[in-house]
């Protein structure tokens, strides 16, 4: 698969967020509004794209030292650290942004869009160049969903839409996230 396929593949019709259904926790909470969606976005797709292109040589170490049961361990690692790094950067240098972001920063190292990119690569042998250019575009696939979901719920609420009783607040989210992956399914087959 060339690498332009492989961008677009990612982003669009094999969308991490709308097509596997990865990352909702984030993705609901977060999206109350674009700005704070933006944010972890970035957040997201800085810690997915590092922790692709770290974790693919340490997979060629476990692969060359016969220890790749220890693979998911070790990409655990990586992300936690790779997470701490980053929450230490933004709580010193974006003290706003950090404090938006609340609990759901730390939560990152649990986001299973970050440990799923690294088993993914594992699991479809990518090289390092598809690793990195999977790792990059899954992340921005699901910073692409999370800044759709917040503008929708934002302009729900600008329009002070009838939502039903039953639906209001995380319901009516699940509903959004349902019509965009249909819409996402017309994705499929998209190449260059």
């Known amino acids: 698969m060339n690498l332009t396929d492989l961008f677009v593949s990612s ?82 240098y974006l003290p706003k942004v950090y404090s938006s972001f609340g609990i759901f920063l730390p939560l990152i190292t649990v986001n299973c869009v970050v440990l799923a990119v690294s088993l993914f690569f594992v699991n479809r042998n990518y090289n390092f160049l598809q690793t990195a250019t999977f790792s990059f575009a899954s992340s921005l696939g699901w910073m692409m969903a999370i800044i759709i979901v917040a503008g929708v719920r934002e302009k729900m609420a600008a329009i002070q839409s009838d939502v039903p009783r039953g639906l209001v607040g995380k319901g009516i989210v699940f509903i959004i996230l349902g019509i965009l992956s249909l819409a996402f399914l017309g994705f499929t087959g998209l190449s260059f």
């Open 11 to 92: 982003l669009l019709n094999n969308n991490i967020a709308f097509t596997f259904i990865l990352g909702m926790c984030p993705l609901i909470a977060i999206s109350t509004n674009v700005k704070n969606a933006k944010g972890m976005g970035i957040a997201v797709v800085i810690v997915v794209t590092l922790t692709g292109i770290i974790n693919y040589p340490i997979y060629l170490l476990l692969k060359a030292t016969n220890t790749t049961n220890l693979a998911l361990l070790v990409f655990i690692i990586t992300i936690a650290a790779t997470v701490q790094i980053l929450e230490i950067f933004i709580e010193k």
